[in-house]
């Protein structure tokens, strides 16, 4: 089946600007994360979802980035006010959800460059 | 909170020879562990896991690890390494089946013909 897909694949834009990054997740996987790899490190974690709402927010930097999953399947990270040092990969990935150990599935990333 | 040491942000070997690539972990509760493998401009593909039971856990193409609690470690062994080896590796951990990852910084394998 279908796996994480994230659009655009890349994303340029100029400081200031306002920016949205979507993820579809596999169909029926209940959890969904958003991460950022910024260059040389390892990916760190935003927001993680559980159906329609964020179960843990704890990672998002701040109050210009924010993140939505109205119908509980795709997500659309939202950031304000780009500023240069928000250039980095930001990764989605989901899970079905379920009691127990569940495996992370990624998305290939969308890739922001702020100019 | 939990946290993730990778030892080496660079490891080169020969073609055939033995992958060794290092990982400490600080976690306040029994742990997940994991490792991933990038390769350029692809996402992150989940190469092992230990969860629980057997402390020696094997992964796809022919990667394996051990889970040493006494040593925090979680070290990502290949016995012969391939060309196709060349890629990012991520060790990660996390304190249940749902919570986010907490990632290391990565080691870049490099495999010399």
């Known amino acids: 089946g279908a796996g994480v897909s994230q659009t655009p694949s890349n994303k340029v834009t100029e400081k200031g600007k306002y920016v949205e990054l979507r993820c579809d997740p596999i169909?029926?996987?209940?959890?969904l994360y958003w991460y950022r790899q910024s260059l040389g490190q390892g990916p760190e974690f935003l927001i993680y979802?559980?159906?329609?709402?964020?179960?843990?927010d704890s990672g998002l930097p701040n109050d210009r980035f924010f993140a939505v999953r109205p119908e509980g399947s795709v997500s659309t990270l939202k950031i304000q006010r780009t500023e240069r040092g928000d250039s980095a990969v930001y990764l989605c990935?989901?899970?079905?959800?379920?009691?127990?150990?569940?495996?992370?599935?990624f998305g290939p990333g969308t890739r922001l460059t702020v100019l | 909170a939990q946290s993730v040491t990778q030892l080496g942000s660079h490891v080169s070997v020969s073609e055939g020879a033995l992958v060794l690539l290092r990982c400490n972990y600080s976690?306040?509760?029994?742990?997940?562990l994991f490792w991933y493998v990038q390769y350029p401009n692809q996402g992150l593909q989940l190469l092992l896991k230990?969860?629980?039971?057997?402390?020696l856990v094997k992964g796809i193409n022919g990667f394996e690890a051990e889970f040493k609690k006494s040593e925090t470690s979680f070290h990502l062994t290949k016995p012969s390494a391939h060309m196709s080896d060349a890629a990012e590796y991520f060790c990660?951990?996390?304190?249940?089946?749902?919570?986010?990852?907490?990632f290391g910084k990565g080691t870049r394998l490099s495999v010399i013909a």
């Open positions: 990935a989901s899970s079905p959800g379920l009691a127990g150990y569940n495996e992370q599935f």
């Open positions: 169909s029926g996987h209940t959890a």
């Open positions: 979802f559980q159906g329609t709402g964020a179960a843990d």
């Open positions: 976690s306040s509760v029994p742990p997940y």
């Open positions: 230990y969860t629980t039971g057997a402390t």
């Open positions: 990660a951990v996390s304190v249940s089946g749902n919570t986010p990852l907490v």
